[in-house]
């Protein structure tokens, strides 16, 4: 059973950094696409980040483009989130998922499998 956990959320002024992490257990990591999405509270869930499964390729929602940075390392079975100049409208829950695809989808119901989220809150 393939499992994601999410860590490093927390409560953050405005302009600050967090990094997020999520482990993935109980499958092949290397073989995953991996993306991050997020869903503030009333609105929809969106797409965030996606990286391919050697992290050779990474694209970016325009709202977080050059603030934000998905990384991973395979040796690890983890996927990492680097938020910098965080703003308000950043706070919400973030999600990992995880696709058995080497496409590069934004699209949440591409994936196969979901983290249980992470609240990241950005205060001013």
């Known amino acids: 059973q393939v499992q994601l956990v999410e860590s490093g959320g927390g409560l953050v002024q405005a302009g600050g950094s967090l990094r997020l992490s999520c482990v993935v257990s109980?499958?092949?990591?290397?073989?995953?696409?991996m993306a991050w999405f997020r869903q503030a509270a009333g609105k929809e869930r969106e797409f965030v980040a996606i990286?391919?499964?050697?992290?050779?390729?990474?694209f970016y929602a325009d709202s977080v483009k050059g603030r934000f940075t998905i990384s991973r390392d395979n040796a690890k079975n983890t996927v990492y989130l680097q938020m910098n100049s965080l703003k308000l409208e950043d706070t919400a829950v973030y999600y990992c998922?995880?696709?058995?695809?080497?496409?590069?989808?934004?699209?949440?119901?591409?994936?196969?499998?979901w983290g249980q989220g992470t609240q990241v809150t950005v205060s001013s």
């Open positions: 998922a995880a696709a058995r695809t080497f496409l590069l989808s934004t699209r949440g119901g591409e994936y196969d499998y």
């Open positions: 109980g499958g092949t990591f290397s073989t995953y696409t």
């Open positions: 990286i391919s499964r050697i992290g050779s390729s990474t």
